[in-house]
Nanobody, 114 residues
Framework: QVQLVESGGGLVQAGGSLRLSCAAS????????MGWYRQAPGKQRELVAA???????NYADSVKGRFTISRSLARNEVYLQMNSLKPDDTAVYYC????????WGQGTQVTVSS
């Protein structure tokens, strides 16, 4: 079992940056997939960025070149560096771990003002 706790959300102006963190309750070394998702009001939850156990990453087209996912195996944490934020990035951001059971964090709110 894995418990996930997100942090780092907040209010930022358009063009600004935020760094989200996802702390796992155990080693993430063997977790097959860890990702950041987001859900805006009235919209479905969508994948933003993900990293697999071999270190491969993928991104939603809407965030490519602006967001970077990374992880610290020593700290059992996954990060999402978000630059050049836009109002459309406003959402609750969730951390997900899958190995093979799926676990979700409680989410952290990101609000980007214009």
């Amino acid at each position: 079992q894995v418990q996930l706790v997100e942090s780092g959300g907040g209010l930022v102006q358009a063009g600004g940056s935020l760094r989200l963190s996802c702390a796992a309750s155990r080693s993430i070394f063997s977790i097959d997939f860890m990702g950041w998702y987001r859900q805006a009001p009235g919209k479905q939850r969508e994948l933003v960025a993900a990293v697999t156990s071999d270190g491969s990453t993928n991104y939603a087209d809407s965030v490519k070149g602006r967001f970077t996912i990374s992880r610290s195996l020593a700290r059992n944490e996954v990060y999402l560096q978000m630059n050049s934020l836009k109002p459309d990035d406003t959402a609750v951001y969730y951390c997900k771990a899958q190995s093979p059971v799926t676990y979700w964090g409680q989410g952290t709110q990101v609000t980007v003002s214009s």
